[in-house]
């Protein structure tokens, strides 16, 4: 695991060309098909040779919940172990990776009323300055969630108006955590870089990449889908969204590639935030290399 460009899918195809192991994508992003340039997903030949599960398993138009991806984790972790091999988990969905490793919790149902309301408060002042009054609140949540992310801000808002209490305290709940459920041991590695502008500039150059490939026209012909719209989820990734507003007009292409790089370099900030409270790490390296060889050690 680790912030966005830190080189996660090379150490993954590292480990994999040394080790009998099956890879898992843990990457909200990276499940949708047709979405493959502004997610960084691998390009279809490294995909053919090193083959991951959960990419490439729903359209864009579909959502895809956190329960979801822990049952298609389980289901993909089972099915490595069963076959005598060592399922590796690799992506950047820090969210994702905490559900996985201490199971689901119990919250409280979808209330309609509050959510309703939750969302009319929203259009009034935004998703921003609910953000804001989630962070008077539950300062710890509000630190992991992007203040344009309507879904999440409005869930844990609505858990704090049913409950009384923040989303952290319901996950600190009794609940199977991945050993339990699996019957295996976890082995947690992190690639943490050694400095922030070293991590801005590999953003940087990874974003210009993007862009040469063909970001803009993939958006493009995602566009062509009527189902699809700017509220849909798949459409709230990074680099998506900018561009869609692009397209529609809202400002030029200098703004455009200035706003992806600056949400690319706030969704690095809240990984690196998940990853400094994160307990049980056996190690944190610095690079690909570095994590190939902290990983094997324990191959």
């Known amino acids: 695991m680790g912030p966005t460009a830190a080189g996660k899918t090379d150490a993954a195809l590292g480990i994999a060309d040394s080790a009998a192991v099956d890879l898992i994508s843990v990457d909200s ?113 509000a630190a992991r969630i992007d203040p344009n992310n309507g879904q999440r801000i409005q869930r844990a808002l609505e858990v704090l108006e049913l409950t009384g209490r923040p989303m ?57 889908d009527p189902a699809l719209s700017m509220e849909t989820p798949a459409m709230r990734a990074v680099g998506y969204r900018q561009v869609w507003r692009y397209l529609d007009g809202e400002y030029g292409h200098d703004a455009m590639v200035e706003r992806i790089g600056a949400a690319t370099r706030q969704v690095a900030k809240r990984q690196l935030t998940w990853l400094k409270g994160w307990q049980d790490l056996v190690g944190k390296a610095v690079d690909a290399p570095t994590a190939v060889a902290v990983v094997l050690q324990y191959l």
């Open 29 to 141: 992003a990276m499940v949708y098909r047709k979405m493959d340039i502004g997610t960084a997903k691998p390009t279809a030949a490294v995909l053919a040779r090193y083959p991951h599960a959960l990419v490439d398993i729903r359209d864009p138009v579909d959502a895809y919940s956190v329960a979801q991806f822990v049952a298609d984790a389980d289901a993909a972790v089972r099915s490595s172990l069963d076959a005598g091999r060592t399922p590796v988990l690799v992506g950047g969905t820090m969210l994702y990776f905490r559900a996985f490793k201490a199971g689901l919790h119990r919250l409280p149902a979808a209330d309609p009323v509050v959510r309703l309301e939750i969302a009319a408060r929203a259009e009034r002042h935004g998703w921003p300055a609910l953000h804001g009054d989630l962070a008077r609140r539950d300062p710890e949540g």
């Open 168 to 224: 952290g305290h319901w996950w600190s709940k009794t609940a199977k955590a991945a050993g339990q459920r699996l019957g295996c041991r976890l082995v947690e590695v992190a690639i943490v870089p050694q400095d922030r502008p070293s991590l801005h500039r590999r953003i940087a150059k990874r974003l210009d990449e993007m862009l040469q490939r063909g970001l803009v026209d993939e958006v493009r012909a995602l566009r062509g």
